[in-house]
């Protein structure tokens, strides 16, 4: 018997930011998180060995793709 254990997630998980930080566990070598807290909030938080003009050209590159089309979101409201 194994112990490998696989969580399934369903078709909407993403709606659920626990389930995204969860399935991002172990991924990455370095993070940037934005998000609003419970109280509707700015958070902002990375990892130490993220730098800040690290942060701000992953950024710049994120918002020209967004741009550019590149990131398909299906989220309700999405402009």
Do not use: C, W
Request: cysteine-free.
């Amino acid at each position: 018997m194994t112990d490998n254990v696989v969580k399934l997630y369903p078709h909407n998980a993403a709606s659920n930011p626990d389930a995204v930080l969860e399935q991002a566990v172990g991924v990455y070598s370095q993070i940037f998180l934005i998000g609003y807290d419970k109280n509707g909030n700015l958070d902002v938080r990375a990892s130490t060995n993220f730098k800040m003009r690290e942060i701000l050209f992953a950024l710049e590159v994120f918002k020209f793709k967004i741009l550019n089309g590149e990131y398909e979101m299906h989220l309700s409201g999405d402009a």
